[in-house]
């Protein structure tokens, strides 16, 4: 089992920055790669960014030059730092992590989501 527990959201004006931390624990050895996702009311869960192996980054098109993802999989630990906020990124975000521990086994983890609110 991996718990993970997330910190930073909050409400900020449009220009504004945050800040996201989530702190894994539990069986940790065995995260492959996390990440953080976004969920708002009506629309699909969708990738944010995400690190793998410690270096490889992955960001959704719209954030790419505002957010920056950082971390260590090993520690289970994952930031993401988000400037010059945009009201559309209102969302519930959720940090991820994936654990392999066999061939063909694969597991998602999912923390309890925190509540970035950008007004304009």
């Known amino acids: 089992q991996v718990q993970l527990v997330e910190s930073g959201g909050g409400l900020v004006q449009a220009g504004g920055s945050l800040r996201l931390s989530c702190s894994a624990s539990?069986?940790?050895?065995?995260?492959?790669?996390m990440g953080w996702y976004r969920q708002a009311p009506g629309k699909q869960r969708e990738l944010v960014a995400a690190?793998?192996?410690?270096?490889?980054?992955n960001y959704e098109d719209s954030v790419k030059g505002r957010f920056t993802i950082s971390g260590d999989n090993a520690k289970g630990t994952v930031f993401l730092q988000m400037d010059s906020l945009k009201p559309e990124d209102t969302a519930v975000y959720y940090c991820?992590?994936?654990?392999?521990?066999?061939?063909?086994?694969?597991?998602?983890?999912w923390g309890q989501g925190t509540q970035v609110t950008v007004s304009s």
């Open positions: 991820n992590a994936v654990a392999i521990i066999g061939p063909v086994t694969k597991y998602d983890y």
């Open positions: 539990g069986n940790i050895f065995s995260i492959n790669g």
């Open positions: 690190i793998t192996s410690g270096i490889r980054t």
